[in-house]
């Protein structure tokens, strides 16, 4: 019954700023990290941040300084905003838990958000 919603995705251009939202619902352990993953065709899904209950963000060095994550535990909700968006950062964003173990993903995926990223 656990189920993660994802919303905010769209089309930006170039130097835009999108914010995503992860609605969770259901028996997640939320005691534990949410993450966001994305995934571009032909590529391997990649790690961009996660965050932990107690809001310590992890988030991968290529993303520091323009994505943030954060979390609202009260209403489970896992947030990620994305500044001066870039057309290589065009994917299918996808919320992810619970994160048990930093570079494993948890066992919950949304149904992802498209980002697109054009002029």
């Known amino acids: 019954q656990v189920q993660l919603v994802e919303s905010g995705g769209g089309l930006v251009q170039p130097g835009g700023s999108l914010k995503l939202s992860c609605a969770a619902s259901g028996s997640i352990d939320w005691v534990y990290a949410m993450g966001w993953y994305r995934q571009v065709p032909g590529k391997q899904r990649e790690f961009i941040a996660g965050i932990t209950q107690q809001h310590i963000p992890n988030v991968v060095t290529s993303f520091k300084g323009r994505f943030r994550i954060s979390r609202d535990n009260a209403q489970k909700m896992v947030y990620l905003e994305m500044n001066n968006l870039q057309p290589e950062d065009t994917a299918v964003y996808y919320c992810?838990?619970?994160?048990?173990?930093?570079?494993?993903?948890?066992?919950?995926w949304g149904q992802g958000t498209q980002v697109t990223v054009s002029s």
């Open positions: 992810n838990g619970p994160i048990r173990t930093w570079g494993s993903p948890g066992d919950y």
